[in-house]
């Protein structure tokens, strides 16, 4: 997990993470929300479950995080936004709000299934 702090530190790791098999999920909580500590520790506890999903974790009580909570139209917490690379954007795969492991592991395995069929695909169609 990688806490972020501002959209200068968000940008940098999002296009450094463009060209990789690993899916990207920017996770929005706060310290004193009890969800969202249950949730952050789960996601440490059950890495295997998740094991190519990088996490940013972006505070959302952060000064520097401000505009991205507004950006991105954080109303609930915990919010968990799956996330890639296309062109030049930014393109939202899924977003989860609260606290639901299983729906949040389910929506991962959604995106690799996805992403190896589509990988499949045009290994066949060359």
Excluded: A
């Amino acid at each position: 997990m990688i806490e972020v702090v501002g959209y200068e530190q968000l940008d940098k790791i999002l296009w450094e993470n463009k060209d990789t098999d690993n899916i990207i999920m920017l996770y929005f909580g706060t310290s004193w929300c009890g969800p969202c500590q249950k949730l952050k520790d789960k996601m440490n506890t059950q890495k295997e479950e998740i094991e190519k999903v990088i996490v940013l974790y972006l505070d959302c009580d952060l000064e520097e995080n401000e505009q991205i909570v507004d950006d991105w139209k954080i109303d609930s917490l915990p919010t968990q936004i799956f996330v890639h690379i296309e062109d030049k954007n930014v393109v939202k795969d899924e977003r989860i709000e609260g606290y639901d492991w299983i729906k949040l592991v389910m929506t991962y395995n959604k995106i690799i299934e996805k992403n190896f069929s589509s990988d499949n695909n045009s290994d066949y169609n060359v």
